[in-house]
Every structure is written in structure tokens, then in C-alpha cells.
């Protein structure tokens, strides 16, 4: 079975950076879709960004130019550049992978901004 094992939360203070990493045990990061995905405490988990297998990449509104998808296919992995935290970015982080209709989740990681 397919897992997917995030890392590289924590707590950073607004202003700061954070690189998220999730790593995937099956060999299929350059054929799927992968995307990263938060849950605000009380929220409903939504969409922060995603890279298809062609490369190209989607962001959130409220992500632009703050954060940045890329890929590592030859380590399984998709990265999650955090940049100029803000608070209400304050989340538990998800990564996903969807691959012919199948959507797998990480266990997620937890981002606290605050001073």
C-alpha cells in the first residue's frame, strides 16, 4: 500500500519560512497529480497547492507568491516552500496524491505560525 509521510512542521514566527516535504512510497510522484492541502483549527481542509504530472503547478489565492510546489522525482518526493508566514497560515498540512482516480492522504503535519 501506497503511503505518503509528511515532515518539516513546526513552529516558526510570522515572517518566517518553512519547507514542508512529503515523501511517497510508491514510484509515481512524475504520473500524479500531488497536492498539498491544510486544515485550520475549526476549518475545513482546503486546497494550498498542487503540481501535476506534466509539471505544472496551481496555487491558492491567499498562497500566491508566498509558497512554492516542486518536485523531486527521483526521491519520491514533493516539497512545500513556505515563505512570509503569516498566523492564519496556521494549519495542519496535508499531502496528497491522486493517480487514475485513487486519493491518498499523509498522516499531516502540523504548522504553527506565532510570536
Known amino acids: 500500500q501506497v503511503r505518503l509521510v509528511e515532515s518539516g512542521g513546526g513552529l516558526v514566527q510570522p515572517g518566517g519560512s518553512l519547507r514542508l516535504s512529503c515523501v511517497s512510497s510508491g514510484n509515481i510522484v512524475s504520473r500524479a497529480t500531488m497536492g498539498w492541502y491544510r486544515q485550520p483549527p475549526g476549518k475545513q481542509r482546503e486546497l494550498v497547492a498542487s503540481i501535476s504530472s506534466s509539471g505544472s503547478t496551481n496555487y491558492a489565492d491567499h498562497v500566491k507568491g508566498r509558497f512554492t510546489i516542486s518536485r523531486d522525482i527521483a526521491k519520491n518526493t514533493v516539497y512545500l516552500q513556505m515563505n512570509s508566514l503569516k498566523p492564519e497560515d496556521t494549519a495542519v498540512y496535508f499531502c496528497?496524491?491522486?493517480?487514475?482516480?485513487?486519493?491518498?492522504w499523509g498522516q499531516g503535519t502540523q504548522v504553527t505560525v506565532s510570536s
Open positions: 496528497n496524491e491522486l493517480f487514475l482516480g485513487l486519493s491518498r
